[in-house]
Protein backbone atom coordinates (compact mmCIF):
# COMPACT_ATOMS: atom_id res chain seq x y z
CA UNK A 1 0.00 0.00 0.00
CA UNK A 2 1.45 3.33 -0.74
CA UNK A 3 1.97 5.76 1.71
CA UNK A 4 0.56 9.15 0.96
CA UNK A 5 1.72 12.52 2.91
CA UNK A 6 -1.22 15.03 3.98
CA UNK A 7 -2.04 17.89 2.01
CA UNK A 8 -0.93 20.98 2.84
CA UNK A 9 -2.06 24.55 1.22
CA UNK A 10 0.95 24.51 -0.70
CA UNK A 11 -0.19 21.41 -3.07
CA UNK A 12 -3.41 22.37 -3.81
CA UNK A 13 -2.28 24.49 -6.87
CA UNK A 14 1.91 24.29 -7.24
CA UNK A 15 2.39 26.37 -9.58
CA UNK A 16 0.29 29.11 -8.31
CA UNK A 17 1.45 29.27 -4.83
CA UNK A 18 4.77 29.00 -6.12
CA UNK A 19 4.57 32.55 -7.96
CA UNK A 20 2.53 33.83 -5.22
CA UNK A 21 5.37 32.65 -2.74
CA UNK A 22 7.85 34.25 -5.04
CA UNK A 23 6.02 37.90 -5.28
CA UNK A 24 5.39 37.74 -1.67
CA UNK A 25 8.91 37.43 -0.56
CA UNK A 26 9.97 39.50 -3.62
CA UNK A 27 9.03 42.03 -1.32
CA UNK A 28 9.20 40.97 2.11
CA UNK A 29 12.89 39.39 1.73
CA UNK A 30 14.11 42.37 0.71
CA UNK A 31 16.31 43.74 3.77
CA UNK A 32 14.13 46.05 6.01
CA UNK A 33 10.64 45.53 4.24
CA UNK A 34 9.53 43.53 6.80
CA UNK A 35 10.93 45.21 9.69
CA UNK A 36 9.11 49.23 8.33
CA UNK A 37 5.96 46.91 8.09
CA UNK A 38 6.14 45.39 11.67
CA UNK A 39 7.41 48.86 12.89
CA UNK A 40 4.78 50.51 11.00
CA UNK A 41 2.29 47.71 12.73
CA UNK A 42 2.54 50.60 16.19
CA UNK A 43 1.28 53.43 14.57
CA UNK A 44 1.73 55.67 11.94
CA UNK A 45 5.25 57.68 11.74
CA UNK A 46 7.22 59.98 10.10
CA UNK A 47 10.47 59.82 8.07
CA UNK A 48 12.80 60.66 10.98
CA UNK A 49 11.21 58.33 13.53
CA UNK A 50 10.67 55.77 11.95
CA UNK A 51 14.33 55.36 10.86
CA UNK A 52 15.08 56.01 14.46
CA UNK A 53 12.93 52.66 15.56
CA UNK A 54 14.16 50.44 12.65
CA UNK A 55 18.28 51.29 13.56
CA UNK A 56 21.41 51.37 11.31
CA UNK A 57 19.24 52.14 7.85
CA UNK A 58 20.57 54.58 5.46
CA UNK A 59 17.60 57.75 4.62
CA UNK A 60 18.57 56.67 0.81
CA UNK A 61 17.58 53.35 1.37
CA UNK A 62 14.46 53.76 4.06
CA UNK A 63 13.71 56.26 1.07
CA UNK A 64 13.53 53.58 -1.40
CA UNK A 65 11.89 50.93 1.08
CA UNK A 66 8.98 53.31 1.91
CA UNK A 67 8.05 53.68 -1.87
CA UNK A 68 8.17 50.15 -2.74
CA UNK A 69 6.19 48.96 -0.10
CA UNK A 70 3.65 51.90 -0.79
CA UNK A 71 3.97 50.95 -4.86
CA UNK A 72 2.65 47.74 -3.49
CA UNK A 73 0.33 48.55 -1.89
CA UNK A 74 1.08 47.89 2.07
CA UNK A 75 1.71 51.20 3.04
CA UNK A 76 0.63 54.57 2.66
CA UNK A 77 2.22 58.18 2.52
CA UNK A 78 -0.22 61.00 4.10
CA UNK A 79 0.91 64.91 4.28
CA UNK A 80 -0.57 66.42 7.29
CA UNK A 81 -1.90 69.90 7.78
CA UNK A 82 0.50 71.22 10.04
CA UNK A 83 3.15 73.89 9.67
CA UNK A 84 5.63 72.69 8.25
CA UNK A 85 3.43 70.31 6.26
CA UNK A 86 5.18 66.73 7.37
CA UNK A 87 4.65 63.47 6.14
CA UNK A 88 3.27 60.43 8.00
CA UNK A 89 3.71 56.67 7.22
CA UNK A 90 1.15 54.00 8.25
CA UNK A 91 -0.26 50.57 6.97
CA UNK A 92 -2.50 49.82 4.21
CA UNK A 93 -5.54 47.13 5.42
CA UNK A 94 -2.88 45.02 3.22
CA UNK A 95 -0.47 46.11 5.55
CA UNK A 96 -2.23 44.99 8.35
CA UNK A 97 -3.07 41.35 7.33
CA UNK A 98 0.84 41.00 7.04
CA UNK A 99 1.12 41.60 10.54
CA UNK A 100 0.19 38.22 12.12
CA UNK A 101 2.08 36.11 10.01
CA UNK A 102 5.39 38.55 10.79
CA UNK A 103 4.67 37.73 14.03
CA UNK A 104 4.48 34.27 13.48
CA UNK A 105 7.77 34.26 11.53
CA UNK A 106 9.65 36.56 14.76
CA UNK A 107 8.05 33.12 17.12
CA UNK A 108 9.33 30.41 14.45
CA UNK A 109 12.85 32.53 14.72
CA UNK A 110 13.06 32.95 18.07
CA UNK A 111 12.55 28.77 18.32
CA UNK A 112 14.55 27.82 15.62
CA UNK A 113 17.89 30.32 15.22
CA UNK A 114 20.42 31.48 16.83
Not at 82 to 107: D, F, H, K, N, S
Request: charged residues 25%; glycine residues 10%.
Amino acid sequence: MARTKPPTHLEHAPPACEAALGRAFGLLGKRWNGLVVAVLGAEPLGFAELRRRIGPISDSVLSDRLAELAEAGVIERTVTDTRPPGVRYGLTPAGEALLPILEQIAVWAGDHLD
